[in-house]
């Protein structure tokens, strides 16, 4: 019997290892909760929710083709040689996974295992990132061949196995000891939950995508909010991709030029290439989830660490307004859009100067569609520790004037400061009368902002800095996309540079 191992492909189309794995052999499908993966200190009690719920739609996808969902609790290698001392593992089935350490030194267990019992295992490729890649050199055509490739169609109907193994109950959070945090108003997984948002966001939530990302009074309606589907695999990027190219084709030839939607669908699909270049960065690099990606860097902060202006950054008490809207609305609904995290980290790792592993931690328990590959590098870059990336702080007050401009955002957040003005709301302390719940700016923007440029930049002039980042580009920068393209109206350019700081994910 094959087995197919799901992990995070939480469902049943364009799902390589379910095809392959029931082309010639009855298949087990197994999902393996790992107590010692939810102990880990990235992850709490709402990503454990949402997988939950996508597991309950996956079981629904695979009773249709006439399979069941065998979930078995306990370390991953132990499962699978209890198996195959029960029946003769043929194969085992999955897609590839670049995720945080602990499910990379896993697979390396795993892999061990199998080699010992001479199990096959079959690892197929999951999105763009590309294994055992020599040069990112030609990595976009790499990109593009996969996502214009065919999707894989779920199997028909198989034959039922008659192994009669029971599912293990799935332990609570308490049994597991994962970090508690949990969503007042969470997103829900599931399958079917990201189909409905892919078609809301492309029949008319995402019209103004391009203007209204980076406001959070409007990110949450204009944002196609995909990421957590994405990084769970209840959707694959690929469908989305040609969803979404689909779409843009329909677009192109019934609007006028000027269309809002053009604009979007552009945008959108370039950062879907985005998601891919960060996760393909983890990848190639695994310490990027501990270490700076640029040495020069190291011991810049780690030994100045506050603990106090840590703890009033996680609960939202920084005296910064909008800052404190953020966090808040984060730890309420588990998702912030791209420019408000930018903006998070920046001011925790430059005006209050926290080396970005612990706050790093913190917000990846926080969203729940944490996806490691991307969460590290953007928290790098926003703390000025890859190298390569334009310095950019984002000045919390400009910041709430450009996108709160009435104090809307930070009125629904923070209601301590709601009978001010739109004149005070966004600089409390300068009110007539400041209100007496909500705490003093915990540190003075302008010269904490200032301080931060000059230790930055003083790292930037040093020795050797500029060869170190140079051999980070050559590792890690994006390339011009080599695909060629006939010149249409519709067409864009797929260049990038190493500085860039734009949107990466699907916020």
Known sequence: MNIVWFKRDLRVADHAPLKLATQEHSALALYIVEPELWVQADLSARHYAFLKESLSDLESQLLALNLRLLVKVGEAADIFANL????????????????????????KRVSSLFKSLSIPWHESQQNGVVRKLKSRDGWAKKWHQYMTSPQIEPPEAVASTDIDIKSDEMPSVEQLGTSSETCDTPQYGGRSRGLKL?????????????????????????????????????????????????????????????????????????????????????????????????????GLRENDFNNEHFKAWCEGLTGYP????????????????????????????????????????????????????????QVQMQSGATGINA??????????????????????????????????IHTPWLAKDPPKDYPQPIVEEGSARREANQRLYAIKRSKNFKAISSRIVTKHASRKNTVKRKKTKSSTSSSSSSSTGQQHELF
């Open 198 to 298: 892919l078609n809301t966001f492309f029949d008319y939530r995402g019209e103004s995508y391009t203007k209204e990302m980076s406001s959070p009074l409007t990110a949450f309606e204009s944002c196609s909010r995909l990421s957590t589907y994405l990084a769970y695999g209840s959707l694959s990027i690929r469908e989305v991709f040609q969803f979404a190219q689909a779409r843009k084709t329909d677009i192109y030839e019934q609007s006028a030029p000027g269309s809002p939607w053009r604009s979007s669908v552009r945008s959108f699909l370039s950062r879907l290439r985005w998601h891919c270049h960060f996760i393909q960065k983890l990848e190639d690099e695994p310490s990027i989830e501990f270490k700076n990606l640029h040495s020069a860097i190291d």
């Open 322 to 377: 909008l800052i404190d809207a953020c966090m808040r609305a984060l730890r309420a609904t588990g998702w912030i859009n791209f420019r408000m995290r930018a903006m998070l980290v920046s001011f925790s790792s430059n005006h209050l100067w926290l080396h970005w592993r612990e706050p790093s931690l913190h917000l990846a328990r926080l969203f729940v569609d944490y996806e490691p590959g991307i969460h590290y590098s």
């Open 391 to 424: 310095i950019r702080i984002y000045n919390p007050n400009k910041q709430a004037v450009d996108q709160d401009p009435d104090g809307e955002f930070i009125r629904q957040w923070v209601p301590e400061l709601s009978g001010l003005s739109s004149l005070e």
């Open 84 to 107: 195959h001392s029960m029946f003769n593992i043929s194969a085992v089935f999955s897609h590839q996974e670049t995720w945080n350490d602990w499910t990379y030194q896993r697979d």
